[in-house]
């Protein structure tokens, strides 16, 4: 019997272009540009204050970039 991994199922692709992100006045980035595939892993390093935190809360939908940047998951 072959084991089904439980990922296999539903393999997310996300795909950042032109992407800015500014909190209290603060620009977090600018002009970012990310393409994630299906079942790719990647991993995020940064000093304090970087970013890394609210670049994955903007990829879980809880902040939004910039209005007419495009976030696309599919």
């Known amino acids: 019997m072959k ?3 439980p990922v296999s199922r539903s393999l997310l692709a996300v795909n950042l272009a032109h992407i800015e992100l500014v909190r209290d006045g603060r ?3 600018r002009d970012l540009h ?3 595939g ?3 892993r990647w ?3 940064g000093e304090n204050g ?5 670049l994955l809360k903007m990829l879980a939908g809880d902040v939004w970039p910039q209005p007419g940047k495009l976030v696309q998951r599919v």
């Open 50 to 54: 970087a970013g890394k935190t609210q």
């Open 27 to 29: 620009r977090i980035f």
């Open 43 to 45: 991993v995020l390093l």
């Open 38 to 40: 299906p079942g790719e």
């Open 3 to 5: 084991r089904k991994s």
């Open 34 to 36: 990310w393409n994630i």
